[in-house]
Structures are given as structure tokens and as C-alpha cells.
């Protein structure tokens, strides 16, 4: 099982920007979709963004698109997650997962998660 670490969190205004990366380890990093999900205090977590493992094809919730851009670089196994213009709805701790489903059916992801890295995004 692929193991995941998350970075890059952190307190910026609104409008801000921030890079969130992905460290994967343990299986072969390429062969798995990878997702970036968001939790904010008192709510459920959230699918934010999606890659797949086949085709690079990407996925994104509606309150990010246009603003968030996911990538991987399968020779680091690593993952991205560059946010732009950020606002205080964005604040949450943001997980990355893996998994060999496609993005497509991201409601049936069961991990593996990271442990998750703080972005707080003030007004």
C-alpha cells in the first residue's frame, strides 16, 4: 500500500496563493489516481480535485474550478495542488488519497489518506 504525505499548508489572506505537494511512497506511485479532499471544521470531507493514473485526466469540485490545478510528477512521486485566489471558504485541512479507481468514481475511494496539512485563508 502506497503511503502519502502532505505539505505546504498554511495561513495566507484572501485572494493569496498556495502550493500543497504530495509525497508517495511504497507502490508503484503511477499506477494509482491520485485526489486531493478537504475537511473544514464541522463538515463532512470533501472531494476537491482528482488526476488519474492512465491518462492524466483531471477532476475538480465546482467551488475550485477555474482556481485550483492539480498535477503529478510520476519520476518524484509526487503530487501537486496549486490554489489561487483563495477565500476563507477554502480553509480546511486538505488530505491527499490514492487509489486505483479513476476519479471518476471517487465516491467509492477508501484511501490510503495522508495526514493532512492545514490551509487557512483569512479575510
Known amino acids: 500500500q502506497v503511503q502519502l504525505v502532505e505539505s505546504g499548508g498554511g495561513l495566507v489572506q484572501a485572494g493569496g496563493s498556495l502550493r500543497l505537494s504530495c509525497a508517495a511512497s511504497g507502490r508503484t506511485f503511477s499506477w494509482y489516481s491520485m485526489g486531493w479532499f478537504r475537511q473544514a471544521p464541522g463538515k463532512e470531507r470533501e472531494f476537491v480535485a482528482g488526476?488519474?493514473?492512465?491518462?492524466?485526466?483531471?477532476y475538480y469540485a465546482d467551488s475550485v474550478k477555474g482556481r485550483f490545478t492539480i498535477s503529478r510528477d510520476n519520476a518524484k512521486n509526487t503530487m501537486f495542488l496549486q490554489m489561487n485566489t483563495l477565500q476563507p471558504e477554502d480553509t480546511a485541512v486538505y488530505y491527499c488519497a490514492a487509489s486505483h479507481l479513476s476519479p471518476a468514481y471517487v465516491s467509492s475511494w477508501s484511501g490510503p489518506w495522508g495526514q493532512g496539512t492545514q490551509v487557512t485563508v483569512s479575510s
Open positions: 488526476i488519474g493514473w492512465s491518462d492524466d485526466r483531471t
